[in-house]
């Protein structure tokens, strides 16, 4: 049976759905329509609409005009434990799990298996139960430990299984994979093939093209708050996704860079922070990109924190223009001219509940403000241009960062630390969430940098993107540099072969 086959009552049809915010009209007359047993894409650039429509699915937003069907059936999702009743469930990507509760007690919180007395919970049979989860989605985790102590991936995983314990009919999944190393999203594809050989209809949200492409059956692209089209994705090409979601033709993802490199900038000489980094030593040099890459957990953020003073080094020295320097706080590498583009901008990167403007000038006030007071024809000048650099989907540059779309809040980090003219810049996963447009724009920008003798420290897990812009790559494993490899002798087999511990 052809998954689009007429006959069959699809498990979700949304009509016509429509959503406004102030200044933004996020959702315009949208469709969507998804099969039992199918893994429907998402697909748009950054504050397309696309987590809007899923809020609206599990509850978490009311639409202002539209329709839900599950099974044919009109439902009214008015609240979050609604859908979950109904059989919707979300893994979120901020996830959304107890911390100290052990990962079965979060698989069956609120729904615990009752004791022989009442109010009691029976442990061994909450256990049980929660191992045969476990085992049946193929996944290796002890379920007696807090999920504090499991990695992200697991983290997911028990999500999942929560989601799978309740029935569930549909499983949102909204950017799951931007957290994950390649080898547990290859465990995360295995569990979501495994939930749609059972029928559950999964729907999935990533901007990395490669796994739309890999996993899923249907595509549907947003523009805009608009429904661009669905389409089997068997009928696309990568070229064909792209000009859909942004509009245009977009030949070449990594742009060309032509710059001189000049003096060393930053030098690392020995470098060891206990249990975390052994004996690092490297040099970036003005205007040339040194790429960082490793799995999760090999110390490359950790490195970025040491080398930005917001930990501090156990051993070693930091040499910056020449000369030896002593970094023992974020301000105090601030004021060299030193930046860390974060990947974790809820915690590091971005003041949520001021404005974009506010944020954009927040690193940057002492050059804008005159005895003690803020320019505000500065700042707002300052905002405007990198509003319009980097595109930032934002209705003004009053509003409230904590209102943008996620790649939104992320370009607003760039833009953050693009205007403190740093010379030493470190991105950490520059373009995790961020849209295929939007990713040549930030490429542009870091050659722009590169151009004007910045010396880039870029620390990323995508590895076209390493290999596309680095000019030369260090590879971490286990708090420790396991090889540097020049632009033209890398492959993402010798990157992996030297980030799992190979030599
Ligand atoms: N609570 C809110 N208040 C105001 N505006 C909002 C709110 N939530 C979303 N928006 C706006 O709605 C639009 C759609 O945002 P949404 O988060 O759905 O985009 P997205 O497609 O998920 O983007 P991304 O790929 O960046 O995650 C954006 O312009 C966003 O700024
Ligand atoms: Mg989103």
Not at 314 to 333: L, R, T, Y
Not at 346 to 363: Q, Y
Request: charged letters at 25%.
């Amino acid at each position: 049976m052809a998954i689009s086959d007429t006959n069959v009552v699809p498990a979700l049809e949304m009509r016509q759905i429509c959503k406004s915010f102030p200044g933004v009209r996020a959702l315009d007359k949208v469709d969507l329509t998804v099969y039992k047993g199918e893994i429907h894409a998402i697909c748009g650039e950054n504050g397309a609409g696309k987590s809007t429509l899923m809020k609206i699915l599990s509850g978490a937003e009311q639409m202002d005009t539209g329709e839900i069907l599950l099974e044919g059936q009109k439902v009214h999702l008015d609240s979050p434990i609604r859908a979950i009743h109904l059989g919707i469930s979300t893994i979120y990507q901020e996830l959304n799990l107890a911390p100290y509760l052990t990962a079965a007690e979060n698989i069956f919180l609120g729904r615990e298996p009752a004791g022989s007395l009442p109010g009691f919970v029976n442990f061994t049979e909450m256990y049980r139960r929660a191992e045969q989860i476990i085992d049946s989605l193929g996944v290796h985790l002890d379920v007696r430990l807090p999920v504090n102590r499991l990695s992200i991936a697991q983290q997911q995983m028990v999500e999942i299984a929560r989601a799978a314990s309740r029935d569930s009919k549909i499983i949102i999944m909204d950017e799951p994979s931007a957290t994950l190393t390649e080898h547990e999203l290859a465990s995360l594809f295995t569990l979501m093939r495994k939930l749609k050989s059972e029928g559950i209809a999964i729907i999935y949200i990533s901007h990395r093209l490669e796994e739309i492409f890999g996993l899923c059956d249907r595509v549907t692209v947003l523009r805009d708050g608009l429904l661009v089209s669905t389409h089997n994705v068997s009928e696309l090409d990568r070229q064909q996704i792209i000009r859909l979601m942004v509009g245009r033709e977009l030949n070449q993802m990594i742009p060309e860079r032509n710059v001189s490199i000049g003096d060393p900038v930053l030098k690392v000489d020995k470098v060891s922070r206990k249990g975390k980094l052994k004996n690092i030593s490297l040099t970036v040099r003005a205007g040339e990109v040194v790429g960082m890459a490793g799995l999760v957990g090999a110390g490359r953020t950790e490195l970025a924190k040491v080398i930005f003073g917001a930990d501090l080094m156990d051993s070693g020295e930091i040499q910056f223009m020449g000369k030896s320097v002593h970094i023992d706080s974020p301000k105090k590498a601030i004021e060299l001219g030193i930046g860390l583009v974060t990947e974790d901008r809820k915690a590091e990167g971005l003041v949520l509940p001021i404005s974009v403007r506010e944020n954009i000038t927040l690193a940057h006030l002492h050059k804008i403000s005159k005895g003690g007071f803020i320019q505000s024809g500065a700042e707002r000048t300052t905002a405007e241009h990198y509003i319009k650099d980097l595109s930032i989907k934002t209705p003004s540059m009053n509003q409230i960062v904590q209102n943008l779309s996620g790649g939104n809040q992320q370009k607003v980090v760039l833009a953050k630390w693009l205007c403190t003219q740093s010379k030493f810049l470190i991105f950490d996963e520059p373009t995790r969430g961020i849209d295929v447009g939007a990713k040549a724009e930030i490429y542009n920008l870091m050659n722009t940098l590169a151009g004007q003798g910045v010396a880039i420290l870029m620390i990323s897990s995508d590895l076209p993107e390493i290999l596309g812009m680095s000019d030369r790559i260090l590879v971490m494993h286990e708090g420790r540099i396991a090889g540097e490899l020049m632009k033209t002798e890398a492959t993402q087999e010798k990157i992996m072969h030297l980030a799992t511990g190979g030599q």
